[in-house]
């Protein structure tokens, strides 16, 4: 099964072209197209990489890229909506969270094995989904078992009265089956017993570092010290023991050995870790007492993003063919700020722009996620029907503009909060009796949003 999915995925990424890529990432990001190809070329090469001679394919290191450019501009997204597209296990993290080793905060390693759970958690899914049918037959068959003893109990209270041969059992059997399978028994009450596992949870939460105890200390306890099993009687109707047998039936079909060995070959392959602020990191005054844990976290993070061995619960994973993706505005620090080894490690700078009037005038209408779609989708749970002039949107574009000017650049977050401020009324109103259409005119963009760019106080805390 394994090896199967392996073919699958390669197949996928075979058609997954770097012009293929930039266009099905078009559909969400607008503009940014130095980028686009970037992270193309850089998924691609993944592809490439599993594809050349196994002497040569453990040399291919992955071409790390850090993203220059301002808040909102879909830096993010643009990592985001690659991993999807590649399937990949994929996590953001924030490069400010972390610390150096002996300062309170987070330990740097914690992103791998973030990213090691996350993939066990998406691999374990994909599994139990695969043997779903097997699980629900199964299911079937002890529900059957549940129904045909209760209905010998009700025939007679002597059950040595109940006599049938083999073939009548049978066809009773598959009888009260079809009718489970046909929901004819949903509603019908019965009783099953199930093992109450009497171990107790122990769970580690802290900030200083305790992530290398990362092991499951409930199952250390439980072969340490044993505990009982009490069985434990409960109603249900049919409809939700299908779901309850169903869900036991398939966690038992699948194994954590493979679930581990698939999840780990994808991080150690196809993850993707997106280190967001890394200029937060960057020492920008070697004499500041602050720069020395900025350093330190930079220098901490040099063996991961090199390639390391990081010990998980689930085992070693080794860093050396996850791609990492960083991202900041470097407003005040510069790529050049970070220590050069760092640096060595991001081959690929990228610079995103930041977005105009005609950018904003697209991001709210051509992408498949766009926000003027997004709200008319939900004003349409309220069943009214919301629409937006052209000029209405070109004027919403110009003032998300004027303010990113005006104010500090927050790139197409600044579309939201204008919405927001025009659509206010509505949304609170809602449900309105009578109230069926609802027109945005450039005019009634212009009555709600120019007073608030007018007022510099306002604009400070509304827009």
Known sequence: MEIEYRKEENYKMETLTPTEIVKVLDKYIIGQDQAKRSVAIALRNRWRRQNVS????????????????PTGVGKTEIARRLSNLAGAP?????ASKFTEVGYVGRDVESMVRELMDLAFNEVKAEMIRRVQESAQDIAFDRIT??????????????????????????QKKQQIK???ILGNLSEQEIQITEEDNNMPQFEVFSNIGLENLDQNISEMVANIIPFGKKEQNRRMTVEEAIKYFTNKEANKLVSKEKIVEEAKYRVENHGIIFIDEIDKIASTDKKSTADVSRSGVQRDLLPIVEGSSVPTKYGIINTAHVLFIAAGAFHIAKPSDLIPELQGRFPIRVELNSLTKDDFEKILQIPQNALLKQYQELFQTENVKLSFEQK?????????AMANEKMEDIGARRLQTILNAILDEYLFAMPKKGLKKVLITSELVEARVKPLLEDEDLSKYIL
């Not at 994929?90 to 924030?94: L, P, Q």
């Not at 209405?392 to 998300?400: D, H, N």
């Open 54 to 69: 196994p002497e040569m394919r453990d040399e291919i290191i992955p071409n790390n890229i850090i993203m220059i450019g």
């Open 392 to 400: 209405a949107v070109s004027k919403i574009a110009e003032f998300a």
């Open 145 to 170: 078992e549940i129904l045909l003893q209760n209905r010998k109990r009700n025939f007679s209270s002597d059950l040595s009265e109940y006599k049938e041969d083999e073939e009548k059992i049978h």
């Open 178 to 180: 079809k009718d489970i």
């Open 90 to 94: 994929f996590i953001k993290v924030e």
